[in-house]
């Protein structure tokens, strides 16, 4: 290509018609399938639900410029999981505690499970989750974190590569935690 | 736990199915004899699963709004950021690139020969190469964006070729001049190389071809 053909950009950032629409694509079934575990996760992590929903939203528009720039794609759920994660991590730095939540006051999602017990049963079904979401809210962040990754059915090196720990220590993380669960139930 | 060979740790692996080989080996034919590892087993499976149901217990709350907004903006390209973050000490350097820019066009129209580089249909495309400067790649050559340095073009640059609007080109200030009669069409597009540096953000521009 002869020099002719080159134009001076000046400073001002410019606007791009299109660079392609399979990653649009992509980031919405994504979004439609994790959406709602990232905002379980977010509000385990001790954030109110209306930020834990900012969060994840935040977090797949950083998605979908990671995906302009031409990031890597191997391990998408670990990487918004990661994003996820660090944000809530500043959110909580920067209001510290006073727009957390109490894990066991979260309210409880209908479930058809629900629906077939008795109102005795349920009623001590969701003491029981409640319970367990408190003492949950007792494992330090860590154990926390890689045991609610593992509700999520994420393998032990997905929960790795999201929270930047080895194998190893996800391991440990979720033994340890089971075992402190266990102790306060 | 009584027994002595299943410990913990490995019950729990073993739910989670994140045994090696041969732990998975030991541990089924321990099960197959160990009537209380295989209690142990299933406590730990169903403290398991009561954990996630109190996770998945929790409401979420759905707005399609949300779904609707993300599709938007990015069918918009909202999110294609700004090359830079422009800080505050460089908008007089900036500045001082523009009113570069404004003299050498002036200069050129006054005291410059009609000067078309290249043509293609009905359009040219000024170069105020006098402006800017070259960064090299795989042979190919493209104008560094100003605020680029081109003596350190990126550890690992890459080319990504996009259409780009006249009109956000003219916005911008890039000048592509009719050499007929016939009037650029606004809503045209050219086809141009651009040059990312590492972290993703432009360093320089070569435009491939237009209509």
Redesign the interface.
Known sequence: ???????????????????GNSH?QL??EF??RE??PL??YV??LGID?ETA?DIV?ES??KL??HL????EQSNLRAWLYRVVHNSARNRQASFGVKKTSRLED??????PVARELTAEEELLE?E???R??QA?GRLSEAQRAC??L???GM??REIAAALDLSVSTV?EN??RG??R??ELI | MNCERLDWDLLVRAVDKELSPAEEQLVETHLGKCAQCRREFAEVAHFSRKIAEAVNDIAVVEDSGDRERLAAQINRHELLKPVRQIAPAQVMRRFGWGMAIAATLALGIIFAPKQSNSTSGNVSVRQQASVASAIEVDGETFVALPYSNPDLPASAPRIVQMQVPVSSLADIGIAMTPVSNVVLNQDRSVLADVLLGADGQPLGVHVVSWE
């Open positions: 290509m002869d020099q002719g053909n080159l134009l001076t950009i000046p400073v001002v950032p410019w606007k791009v018609e299109s660079v649009s980031l919405l979004y439609d959406q709602t905002r379980r509000t385990m639900p929903r939203q797949f528009l979908h410029e302009l720039a031409g990031g979260m309210t409880p999602a209908a479930s969701k029981r989750s409640a367990l979401r949950m045991v609610v593992r509700t999520q393998k032990y391991g979720i033994q089971l075992e669960l266990r």
